[in-house]
């Protein structure tokens, strides 16, 4: 899994706050969601991967 450490405004602000792996993980646990997750591996191929183009509203 690829991880997106700055997925929302909130989690940005508290990571640019965590001083070490131990706090950035406290982070994820708490803040994180699915919008964390930027891909997904199987077996070394690329089973998902976030659209980060602009929905329409």
């Known amino acids: 899994m690829v991880l997106d ?4 405004p909130l989690i940005q602000t508290r990571m640019n706050n965590a001083h070490n792996l131990f706090e ?3 982070v994820l646990m708490m803040l994180g969601d699915d919008r964390v ?18 929905k329409p509203l």
């Not at 450490?5 to 929302?8: E, M, N, S, V, Y």
């Not at 891909?39 to 980060?52: H, M, N, S, V, W």
């Open 5 to 8: 450490l700055h997925a929302t």
């Open 37 to 54: 997750i930027a891909e997904t591996y199987i077996y070394g191929d690329c089973q998902y991967r976030r659209d980060d183009t602009p």
């Open 24 to 26: 950035q993980l406290f």
